[in-house]
């Protein structure tokens, strides 16, 4: 599978003319996945990394991103996104933070995300205040992205995603923001798989073990938002992929994620136009 991937990811450079990829790296397990691949495939002269934290960032996450650069050898530049979204206006729709303690910020967070559902983002349904909280985060995917294309194409480098499957099929990214790239080099792998190609890779234990998040909002990991764990989620879609029986699953689960499936559809909505 590794080779089969790194082949993937050197064919499409050189058939489109890149000189090399470029992969926001976040301190999670999917962009060092992504990166490992494209340094064996490309060689880490020819990967750069670009950190870029904001105001609402763990504060873990910039030293596990540079941990990940030093893993992988290749240069970075850290970028903090958090003056251009000061600039918008986005810190403006929740409430300021600067004295606020890390923990505070994460229980509050949680807590204001429980009273709503991952469903509800996904249609974009909600009250004025929920609606403001979608602006609120997924802006800065956007504002991540157009910087990676800013900096990539000045050395005609190609942007590099680190979306999965299971992100794929649940919705699990920002439309026009993470699903936004060159080259995907996991899509076709489900998160568990991942994590298992990350142990083959030998990809640091610190980011293995971290609980995978989009870090975007303070204490929101992957499995809070969609109310389930990866193990479960993985092995459910699975069995549906392959038609296989479901009924010595929790009733419940299953049709959770059946509801996720469906609402995900809301998410790949892009450019309706007339014929």
Do not use: W
């Amino acid at each position: 599978m590794i080779k089969k991937i790194e082949s993937f990811i050197k064919e499409n450079i050189e058939k489109y003319g890149y000189n090399g990829a470029m992969i926001g790296i976040s301190g999670g397990i999917d962009s060092a996945v992504v990166g490992k691949l494209c340094v064996d495939s490309l060689g880490k002269g020819n990967v750069n990394g670009l950190i870029l934290p904001e105001r609402d960032s763990s504060p873990e996450t910039m030293e596990d991103a540079k941990l990940v650069c030093d893993f992988l050898g290749i240069e970075y530049k850290i970028v903090k996104i958090s003056p251009i979204l000061r600039k918008i206006g986005v810190y403006n729709l929740e409430p300021p933070t600067f004295f606020i303690p890390r923990k505070i910020q994460e229980s509050y967070a949680k807590k204001e995300f429980k009273k709503r559902s991952y469903i509800n983002d996904l249609k974009n349904r909600g009250d004025k205040d929920f609606l403001k909280g979608l602006a609120y985060y997924r802006i800065k995917h956007r504002i991540r992205m157009v910087l990676l294309y800013f900096y990539a194409e000045q050395i005609n480098y190609a942007v590099i995603g680190t979306t999965n499957k299971t992100e794929l099929k649940t919705g699990f990214y920002v439309k026009y923001g993470d699903d936004s790239v060159d080259i995907e080099p996991i899509m076709h792998l489900y998160k568990t798989q991942v994590f298992e190609l990350a142990r083959n890779l030998n990809i640091p234990e610190k980011i293995i073990n971290k609980s995978p998040s989009p870090d975007l909002i303070p204490g929101i990991t992957d499995e809070y938002a969609m109310g389930i764990s990866y193990n479960d989620l993985d092995r459910i879609l699975i069995k549906m992929e392959n038609n296989e029986d479901l009924s010595d699953e929790d009733k419940n689960m299953v049709e959770k994620v059946k509801n996720i499936l469906e609402a995900a559809k809301f998410r790949e909505i892009k450019n309706i136009h007339m014929e």
